[in-house]
Protein backbone atom coordinates (compact mmCIF):
# COMPACT_ATOMS: atom_id res chain seq x y z
CA UNK A 1 0.00 0.00 0.00
CA UNK A 2 1.59 3.37 -0.80
CA UNK A 3 1.74 6.35 2.39
CA UNK A 4 -1.38 7.91 2.83
CA UNK A 5 -0.85 11.83 2.52
CA UNK A 6 -3.38 14.68 2.98
CA UNK A 7 -4.09 17.45 5.24
CA UNK A 8 -5.09 16.96 9.35
CA UNK A 9 -8.32 17.53 10.46
CA UNK A 10 -7.45 17.02 14.51
CA UNK A 11 -11.17 15.53 16.12
CA UNK A 12 -11.35 15.32 19.83
CA UNK A 13 -12.09 12.14 22.19
CA UNK A 14 -15.32 9.81 22.03
CA UNK A 15 -16.14 11.27 18.57
CA UNK A 16 -18.81 9.01 17.84
CA UNK A 17 -20.95 7.08 14.89
CA UNK A 18 -24.01 9.71 15.68
CA UNK A 19 -21.33 12.56 15.23
CA UNK A 20 -20.40 11.51 11.66
CA UNK A 21 -23.95 10.72 10.33
CA UNK A 22 -26.22 11.69 13.25
CA UNK A 23 -28.56 8.25 13.58
CA UNK A 24 -31.71 9.95 13.15
CA UNK A 25 -30.77 8.82 9.83
CA UNK A 26 -30.78 5.09 8.88
CA UNK A 27 -29.57 4.10 5.36
CA UNK A 28 -28.31 0.86 6.08
CA UNK A 29 -31.32 -0.80 4.27
CA UNK A 30 -31.63 1.75 1.16
CA UNK A 31 -27.23 1.77 0.94
CA UNK A 32 -27.81 5.49 -0.36
CA UNK A 33 -24.20 6.34 0.85
CA UNK A 34 -24.15 9.50 -0.82
CA UNK A 35 -26.99 11.10 1.28
CA UNK A 36 -25.24 9.98 3.94
CA UNK A 37 -22.83 11.53 2.66
CA UNK A 38 -25.03 14.54 2.92
CA UNK A 39 -25.35 14.58 6.66
CA UNK A 40 -21.19 14.29 7.47
CA UNK A 41 -20.68 15.67 10.62
CA UNK A 42 -23.68 17.24 10.33
CA UNK A 43 -24.19 17.55 14.22
CA UNK A 44 -20.45 17.64 15.10
CA UNK A 45 -20.08 21.01 16.10
CA UNK A 46 -17.18 20.90 13.82
CA UNK A 47 -16.77 24.20 12.19
CA UNK A 48 -14.68 22.77 9.02
CA UNK A 49 -17.01 19.91 8.36
CA UNK A 50 -17.46 21.37 5.01
CA UNK A 51 -14.16 21.73 4.18
CA UNK A 52 -13.01 18.38 4.71
CA UNK A 53 -12.27 15.69 1.70
CA UNK A 54 -10.87 14.43 -0.86
CA UNK A 55 -7.27 12.44 0.68
CA UNK A 56 -7.57 14.35 4.10
CA UNK A 57 -6.92 12.42 6.65
CA UNK A 58 -8.83 12.48 10.27
CA UNK A 59 -6.43 12.26 13.78
CA UNK A 60 -9.03 11.63 16.90
CA UNK A 61 -8.73 11.16 20.33
CA UNK A 62 -9.82 8.31 22.28
CA UNK A 63 -12.42 5.79 21.24
CA UNK A 64 -13.31 7.04 17.66
CA UNK A 65 -16.27 5.27 16.04
CA UNK A 66 -18.18 4.60 19.66
CA UNK A 67 -22.16 4.50 19.27
CA UNK A 68 -24.01 1.50 18.27
CA UNK A 69 -23.02 -1.14 15.73
CA UNK A 70 -25.69 -0.63 13.78
CA UNK A 71 -24.87 2.81 12.66
CA UNK A 72 -20.49 2.30 11.55
CA UNK A 73 -21.55 1.03 7.99
CA UNK A 74 -22.95 4.22 7.13
CA UNK A 75 -20.98 6.33 9.07
CA UNK A 76 -17.63 4.71 7.52
CA UNK A 77 -19.24 5.04 3.82
CA UNK A 78 -20.00 8.30 4.14
CA UNK A 79 -16.42 9.23 5.20
CA UNK A 80 -15.17 7.07 2.06
CA UNK A 81 -17.59 8.82 -0.08
CA UNK A 82 -16.17 12.24 1.18
CA UNK A 83 -12.95 11.22 -0.05
CA UNK A 84 -11.55 11.06 3.41
CA UNK A 85 -7.95 8.91 3.33
CA UNK A 86 -7.48 7.92 6.30
CA UNK A 87 -8.96 7.73 10.07
CA UNK A 88 -5.88 7.63 12.81
CA UNK A 89 -6.54 7.50 16.19
CA UNK A 90 -5.60 6.92 20.09
CA UNK A 91 -8.20 4.06 20.37
CA UNK A 92 -11.24 3.20 18.07
CA UNK A 93 -14.39 1.47 19.20
CA UNK A 94 -13.39 -2.16 18.29
CA UNK A 95 -15.93 -2.80 15.64
CA UNK A 96 -15.83 0.34 14.31
CA UNK A 97 -12.41 -0.39 13.57
CA UNK A 98 -12.84 -3.76 12.18
CA UNK A 99 -15.85 -2.72 10.05
CA UNK A 100 -13.43 0.30 8.04
CA UNK A 101 -10.73 -2.26 7.39
CA UNK A 102 -13.50 -4.82 5.93
CA UNK A 103 -14.57 -1.90 3.99
CA UNK A 104 -11.22 -1.36 2.60
CA UNK A 105 -11.01 2.13 4.69
CA UNK A 106 -7.89 2.56 6.84
CA UNK A 107 -8.57 3.13 10.20
CA UNK A 108 -5.74 2.28 12.81
CA UNK A 109 -4.55 3.07 15.87
CA UNK A 110 -1.43 5.12 16.88
CA UNK A 111 -1.63 6.45 20.41
CA UNK A 112 -1.32 9.94 20.94
CA UNK A 113 1.89 9.90 18.47
CA UNK A 114 0.22 11.25 15.47
CA UNK A 115 -1.91 14.05 17.78
CA UNK A 116 1.40 15.20 18.72
CA UNK A 117 2.83 15.33 15.77
CA UNK A 118 0.51 17.57 13.72
CA UNK A 119 -2.51 20.08 14.09
CA UNK A 120 -5.18 20.63 11.81
CA UNK A 121 -3.84 22.22 8.68
CA UNK A 122 -0.52 20.52 8.56
CA UNK A 123 0.18 17.75 5.46
CA UNK A 124 0.88 14.43 6.53
CA UNK A 125 2.57 11.62 5.08
CA UNK A 126 1.88 8.25 6.89
CA UNK A 127 3.69 5.41 5.12
CA UNK A 128 1.59 2.22 6.99
CA UNK A 129 4.18 -0.43 5.60
CA UNK A 130 7.11 0.76 7.34
CA UNK A 131 4.97 2.93 10.09
CA UNK A 132 7.21 6.25 9.00
CA UNK A 133 4.89 9.38 9.62
CA UNK A 134 6.21 12.47 8.71
CA UNK A 135 4.68 15.91 9.12
CA UNK A 136 5.20 17.38 5.41
CA UNK A 137 4.55 21.29 7.14
CA UNK A 138 7.32 20.65 10.27
CA UNK A 139 9.19 18.26 8.98
CA UNK A 140 9.54 16.30 12.12
CA UNK A 141 9.10 12.39 11.87
CA UNK A 142 7.46 9.44 13.99
CA UNK A 143 8.82 6.13 13.94
CA UNK A 144 4.92 4.03 14.51
CA UNK A 145 4.35 0.31 14.43
CA UNK A 146 3.19 -0.73 11.04
CA UNK A 147 0.38 -2.12 9.96
CA UNK A 148 -0.08 -5.69 9.83
CA UNK A 149 0.63 -7.83 7.13
CA UNK A 150 -2.95 -9.15 6.67
CA UNK A 151 -4.63 -5.83 7.13
CA UNK A 152 -2.34 -4.33 4.52
CA UNK A 153 -3.83 -7.12 2.09
CA UNK A 154 -7.36 -6.11 2.57
CA UNK A 155 -6.82 -2.78 2.30
CA UNK A 156 -4.74 -2.87 -0.76
CA UNK A 157 -7.65 -5.04 -2.07
CA UNK A 158 -10.45 -2.74 -1.28
CA UNK A 159 -11.86 -4.32 1.71
CA UNK A 160 -12.74 -8.20 2.55
CA UNK A 161 -14.65 -9.36 0.15
CA UNK A 162 -12.07 -8.60 -2.65
CA UNK A 163 -9.55 -9.87 -0.75
CA UNK A 164 -11.08 -12.74 -0.12
CA UNK A 165 -12.03 -13.43 -3.49
CA UNK A 166 -8.77 -12.69 -4.62
CA UNK A 167 -7.11 -15.18 -2.42
CA UNK A 168 -10.01 -18.28 -3.60
CA UNK A 169 -9.23 -17.11 -7.31
CA UNK A 170 -5.24 -17.77 -6.82
Not at 10 to 37: M, Y
Not at 61 to 76: E, K, V
Request: one cysteine or more.
Amino acid sequence: MPSLRGRVWQLGDGFSCHQIVPNRFDFRRTADWAAAEEHLFEESGLSFAGEIGDGDLLVAGTSFGRGHAHYHLQAIKALQRRGVGAVFAVSFNAIFQRTAINEGFPAWAYGSALAELTVTGHELDVDLDTGLARNLSTGQERKLSPVAEVVREILDAGGLEASTLARLTK
